[in-house]
């Protein structure tokens, strides 16, 4: 059985730093793809960043140059570097692996607020 498992959650303030991990288990799963999209509050959820395992990335427009994804393949965990955030930033948000099919997250609340 598949499971991703996020940390790294929380409330900080504009300008600030977080840090979100996701590790991912499951018997001989090895996902292709992972990465993380947000959800706030009244809307639909977003790409936030990809990244394949030969590391290859992907960004979503409001988010590039701030954040930066990274990916431990032999861990099987993929990390988010959330910098300059803004209140804007303020979501749920979700861990994603691909292998075949797509595997999600619980979420984790990030909020950006002084």
């Known amino acids: 059985q598949v499971q991703l498992v996020e940390s790294g959650g929380g409330l900080v303030q504009p300008g600030g730093s977080l840090r979100l991990s996701c590790a991912a288990s499951g018997s001989g799963f090895s996902p292709n793809v992972m990465g993380w999209y947000r959800q706030a509050p009244g809307k639909g959820r977003e790409l936030v960043a990809t990244i394949t395992r030969r590391g290859s990335t992907n960004y979503g427009d409001s988010v590039k140059g701030r954040f930066t994804i990274s990916r431990d393949v032999a861990k099987n965990t993929v990390y988010l570097q959330m910098n300059s955030l803004i209140p804007e930033d303020t979501a749920v948000y979700y861990c994603?692996?691909?292998?075949?099919?797509?595997?999600w997250g619980q979420g984790t609340q990030v909020t950006v607020s002084s």
């Open positions: 994603n692996a691909v292998m075949t099919f797509n595997y």
